[in-house]
């Protein structure tokens, strides 16, 4: 059996960096916020995590493109708060409800970040809160300029 140890692996700890990382949290008043005890979006250095996204009251009578839209302008917003824009999106995850909805979402996703190119990730759930949704969308943003 080979040493997992040996060769330019190491158990040494590496080297610490002694500058800080800033941690900011921006919380876009939605009321799950603080019931669930999370933030909108969390921005350390310049990357800037954004919480899932469904989309809000009127919006959520509506088909799947619609509903992705009016979350990807909740993102959006979250984004901008942090400093952060849609093209510095690097990584979105997807979690649809019914892979009926493929088409009408992954048509939302293309406008929104076509020219980007994130990598992504698609994933059918059970369910989504609030019950009315079909789409949610969770993003992580570099700010590279």
């Known amino acids: 059996m080979a040493d997992i140890h040996s060769g330019a692996c190491s158990t040494e700890a590496a080297p610490r960096r002694d500058w800080p990382l800033i941690r900011t949290n921006f919380s876009s008043g939605y009321p799950y916020e603080d019931v669930y005890g999370y933030a909108r979006a969390v921005r350390v250095a310049d990357q800037v995590f954004v919480s899932g996204t469904t989309a809000r009251a009127h919006h959520l009578d509506g088909d799947a493109y619609k509903q992705m839209m009016a979350a990807i302008a909740t993102v959006a917003a979250a984004l901008g708060e942090a400093g952060a824009e ?9 979690y649809v409800l019914d892979m009926a909805d493929i088409h009408q979402i992954a048509r939302a996703h293309e406008e929104t ?17 609030p019950t009315s949704a079909r789409v949610e969308i969770e993003v992580t943003a570099i700010i590279h300029d």
């Open 86 to 94: 849609l093209r510095h999106v690097v990584r979105t995850v997807v």
């Open 113 to 129: 970040f076509g020219q980007s190119r994130p990598a992504s990730t698609l994933v059918q759930v059970a369910a989504l809160t």
